[in-house]
């Protein structure tokens, strides 16, 4: 696990998101919240919609504007009434002017074999 | 058939009786199961069948890019049983209120109008009737058209065996082209009804601002109808902002212009022109009405800055439109998720 340059402080403009590539190939959002950065996946936990375009950031909130799930960006806590999963990230840090993510692998959404829908236990209790 | 429902919330039984598919079974029966468009287009009902023989009514449903086949998945709003299942649903499912369940309804069609070259409005009447909500929908099917389309209602009432529908002409849209090229009127339609969670809610007590493209201004004139009828404008203000083309595109002026007389002052319907300036800055026939130039979210974020007080927002239109306008509803009026209402149908 090391610690990557993804872009510099100045590529992502407060409020917004850009999608970046590390290690020939990682997707990575840097998210800009005003008073700090955010690195995450770059799709929403929910139906996969690219959060680079799809995303909004206001007052420390990212809000995907598909479905109006939301984070609080400073704390990573879900925020509203609409959201129902946790988003992931990468831990983050802003020096010498660059953005660093501490990346060991791709973080990715269990959207496939480890869906929610394969927990036989979950589903049982009444 | 014995359907048992796993969910998010414990187990959940009902008794289908094969009438329609498990999405509307559920929802009739007071199960609270998750959809937005509950006809096929948005992958919300995804489901996966444990156990028992269920079959897809529409093979080619666009929501079903959102399902892994191999695993089972289906759609509910798509799903017929032939027997005992179960059904597995990746979401919380909580009883609905007994006051707000769908029902099947038999309806013919009558006061077809085409409204322009491409929007027709027509309206129904049922066999009883409906108690819904302003900025509900129904889904309805003919028997010449496979699947079911979701409208929503143009009028409200709050209980009425009449309801009103537009619907604008889409490229090989079957059911637009059943609409547009035969004489419907007389025609029978099912409807389910009423469904939807866009809703307009007196008893929250917050001024309103509708964005909509098109026929999407259906949804926000029943709230128009419901918030004039009542007394609400007489303490709260609303907003309306109409998303059309051209002049020529324009439709229910007379309409609106008549709630806007009804409100004494307390409500604001605009026309956007997004491809040509407006001949004068109100309409030449009814002057009640405001014209203005651009797409529907900018002049809507242009009207409104700063007046975003105890807000709740409606929107309602093509997908482009709404994007644009639930982005100025959460960065520029600030509004939370549950102040937003839309039809998540994209």
């Known amino acids: 696990m090391s610690w990557k340059k993804v872009c510099k402080a100045t590529d992502v403009a407060p409020n917004t998101l850009k999608k970046f590539w590390i290690d020939g190939g990682i997707p990575i959002v840097i998210a800009n919240y005003g008073s700090g950065f955010a690195a995450i996946p770059p799709m929403c936990p929910h139906m996969e919609e690219p959060l680079e375009i799809s995303g909004v950031i206001s007052n420390c909130v990212l809000t995907c504007t598909k479905h109006l799930w939301a984070w609080n960006l400073a704390t990573l806590e879900q925020h509203g009434t609409e959201t129902e999963k946790d988003i992931k990230s990468y831990q983050c840090k802003e020096e010498n002017g660059d953005i660093l993510a501490l990346v060991e692998e791709e973080i990715v959404y269990e959207f496939d074999d480890e869906d929610d829908m394969d927990d036989d236990s979950f589903f049982a209790k009444s | 058939m014995k359907v048992t429902i796993q969910s998010k919330t414990g187990i959940a039984e009902f008794e289908a009786d094969g009438s329609s598919n498990l999405l509307y079974e559920g929802l009739k029966r007071g199960l609270g199961l998750p959809y937005e468009c509950a006809t096929g287009t948005c992958g919300t009902c995804r489901a996966r069948v444990m156990d028992g023989n269920v079959s897809l009514a529409w093979d080619d449903a666009p929501g079903l890019a959102y399902v892994k086949r191999a695993k089972n998945e289906v759609l509910l709003c798509q799903a017929h049983v032939h027997g005992d299942c179960v059904v597995r649903v990746p979401a919380k499912v909580e009883p609905l209120p007994e006051a707000a369940l769908p029902a099947d309804f038999t309806g013919r069609i009558d006061a077809v109008r085409r409204l322009t070259h491409d929007v027709i409005h027509f309206e129904v009447q049922l066999d009883r009737a409906m108690s819904f909500a302003a900025g509900q929908f129904a889904a309805l099917s003919c028997e010449d058209v496979t699947g079911a389309r979701a409208y929503s209602m143009v009028n409200h009432a709050n209980s009425t065996d009449r309801l009103a529908f537009v619907v604008k002409r889409k490229l ?14 007389g025609r029978t339609l099912k ?5 939807g969670r866009a809703t307009f809610r007196p008893e929250e007590g ?13 949804g926000m004139m029943a709230i128009a109808q419901h918030a004039t009828r009542n007394g609400y404008l007489d303490t709260h ?3 309306i902002f109409f998303g059309v083309r051209t002049m020529e595109d324009c439709f229910y002026t007379a309409e609106f212009a008549d709630q806007v007389k009804k409100a004494k002052g307390n409500l604001e319907v605009t026309i956007a022109l997004s491809n040509e300036e407006p001949p004068q800055p109100t309409h030449p026939d009814h002057p009640e009405i405001n014209l203005a130039s651009g797409f529907v979210h900018e002049v809507a974020a242009r009207q409104m800055a700063g007046r975003y007080d105890n807000m709740v927002g409606f929107v309602a239109g093509p997908p482009p439109m709404v994007d644009g306008a639930l982005r100025m509803l959460i960065m520029e009026a600030r509004l939370p998720a549950e102040f937003i209402r839309y039809d998540k149908f994209g």
């Open chain 2, 206 to 218: 917050k001024n309103f601002v509708c964005i909509a493209g098109g026929s999407g201004v259906a």
């Open chain 2, 172 to 185: 090989g849209g079957k059911f637009s082209d059943w609409l547009f090229e035969t004489d419907v009127n």
């Open chain 2, 191 to 195: 409807l389910l009804g009423p469904l």
């Open chain 2, 237 to 239: 203000t609303g907003h």
